[in-house]
């Protein structure tokens, strides 16, 4: 396909711009210029360009007012909403179906990361090691192995080739994986070795399928005897261990055995995230939207300091059945300092938790901005508020991050699973994020936490009502002119200490 189908009009001339979601008066007139990638604005005031792919929707409607004209507004995935005023109705419908079109292309590989690689760069760089990584965590327990059981991704394509599990399971796990949602068979990617009680793990898991149906080759008795035996095996590795479901969650294999397991029903809120998202995008919904998005962040801190006490009091392994990521990454941050390095945080927390698991980013990307993703980031940020010392990296790292798993020119979140990666061959083909950020040394000062004090042990949220969980301004608020003012004082804020410090150490 090119794009010279997709574009249906290139240049619109006279259109006026308001670009924050809570100013009034709009700019211009300047001219949009609509590019195989970019949407651009330009006036004598105001200048700006949004990748497409940065669209999460357009919507058109007649503007009231004393200049009759078309309104065209778009709302970003990074909270930008631009509401561009077009003289023309004609010239206003090309550009909602050009940038309808731009923006949800299901081909990633017309996206912009693939024309960015330079022809001229071959090596590939890979500073994660899957495998080391497990074996520093001390994987695997007695009775366990490290397994290259999924290569080829003949068990799932969802996950990596590299799976712990219990020693002599290569040929059981392909059953275990027919009874879950997209074979998301149970995943250990973490060991607590601190406990007194001994050794603990954190494994994520998918939904049960329901069973009994002509698409699957077990019945629920066989599954229900693997699934037993796998719970066995975890119980003989921690001695105590505890399964995270929902509260109203029905099991889908009857007489499924807890025999030994605890059993922690959480009252998930039942909040939308996408809803949230869209609700944040709109001056009228602003507040409300942020209401029941801080309320979910909330969630995941609560959910976290109990299970944190699990885990270290109780010694207890944790299965996650409920938004299995953000709780296993956020447990092993509070429980590794070495999470909580700019290195660790992203070449291992993000890579073992969402990329190597299967997060899908690019569906999601098109579906609700990667809302689950951004629900990990908030939580992370609230931790280095109240533990402002404790981590390398600072919030424009999390921002950066936000920013490029929806549209940048990084490959590194194009794709849906670790196979579809392989088959576009995604490290060959596209510039990575991880190499622009610690391929340099020491990784870009904006990142960095300069009141950063390296200090081991666990840290547990200090949560209270929901109001302690603080608003994201720098994301929810991006282009309001207030949080711009605060934003640039931050920064500046930042800049002082460097070079305090550097006075000091010199």
Known sequence: MEFTELIKIKQIKNVRCLLDVFSEVPEGPGVVIVSAHVLCYESGSLKFQVLHKMIQSVIQEKSVGAQECTQCTVYCKDFRCITLYIEQKLDCDLLVETLNLLSNLDNIELTLPFYCKPKSKEEVYESYDEHLELEW??????????????????ITEWYSEILVIPAGWEDVMLKLAECRVEERVPRPTYMYTHSTRGKCMVITVGDLQVANSLQYKITDKDYRDIDCMYMKSVLDCSGVATIVTESHFKDKLKKRDYDGWDQLKLNVPTED?????????????????????????????????????????????????????????????CLESRYRTSYGFITCVLRKEWLHAGYKFHTNSLENSCAEFLLFLHCVRQLTLWFPALFQFS?????TLHAAVNASRYGDFLCDSPRERETLRIPQRTECFWEE????????????????????????????APESVLGWGRVFLKHAALDREVEEVVRRRGELYLQWKSVVVE
Request: glycine letters at 6%; one cysteine or more.
């Open 137 to 154: 965590l001390e994987f695997p327990p007695s009775g366990w192995t490290i397994s290259r059981a999924n290569s080829n991704f003949q």
């Open 437 to 464: 950020v610690f391929a340099r040394i020491p990784p870009p000062p904006s990142y960095l936490n300069p009141a950063y004090k390296p200090l081991s042990g666990i840290i547990k949220p200090r949560v209270g």
């Open 273 to 333: 995230l996408k809803s949230c998202i869209g609700e944040m995008n709109r001056r009228d919904s602003w507040t409300h939207g942020n209401k029941k998005w801080l309320d979910m962040v909330w969630f995941m801190l609560c959910t976290t300091n109990t299970l944190l006490s699990r885990i270290v009091e109780d010694g207890s392994s944790i299965l996650l059945e409920v938004y299995p990521r953000i709780l296993s990454s956020l447990l092993q941050i």
């Open 395 to 399: 919030e424009d790292l999390l921002i």
